[in-house]
């Protein structure tokens, strides 16, 4: 009985070894263009990718340089108005710390970005996030937050 069951066994593994696919080819990593087609992402609007860029390159200044001078936040319960208090927010809370954006959409007038954030001095990101930018003339006038 077992010798049926190890050539049943062995028989089927040829089997499945005979009808392997030789076209797969092994995973790379995808490229930002292919990333973009992968998520159906959509390019940033200028003050949304002015803000992204400068706290990457942690640049306090640039990172309120695509706001306009009334913005509205509210991030996570957190208000913040006009670009003082923004700056003192992203200085705070922000830079030093890593985005990984995810998805960028467009919704009802709205700029939508899935990413998630890795403060400064953590081991791992927040939980991941859907900001909500709302733009007038290339400046963000009101950013909105909350966990997803």
């Not at 030789?22 to 995973?27: F, G, V």
């Not at 990718?49 to 009334?70: H, I, M, P, R, T």
């Not at 890593?98 to 403060?119: A, M, R, S």
Request: hydrophobic share 35%; with cysteine; aromatic share 10%.
């Amino acid at each position: 009985m077992k010798r049926i069951l190890i050539l049943l066994f062995i028989s089927g593994q040829l089997y499945a070894c005979d009808k392997s696919d030789s076209s797969i080819e092994t995973e790379e990593a995808l490229t930002e263009e292919e990333i973009t087609e992968t998520n159906d992402s959509v390019p940033m609007d200028a003050g949304v990718k002015a803000y992204f860029d400068a706290v990457a390159a942690q640049d306090l200044e640039a990172s309120v340089s695509g706001f306009a001078d009334n913005i509205s936040v509210n991030i996570a319960g957190m208000r913040f108005n006009g670009t003082e208090e923004v700056r003192g927010f992203i200085q705070r809370d922000v830079i030093g710390g890593i985005y990984t954006i995810e998805k960028v959409f467009n919704d009802e007038g709205e700029q939508v970005v899935h990413c998630l954030f890795q403060p400064e001095g953590w081991n791992n990101p927040e939980p991941p996030i859907e900001y909500r930018f709302t733009s007038e003339n290339d400046k963000v006038i009101q950013w909105t937050g909350k966990y997803r």
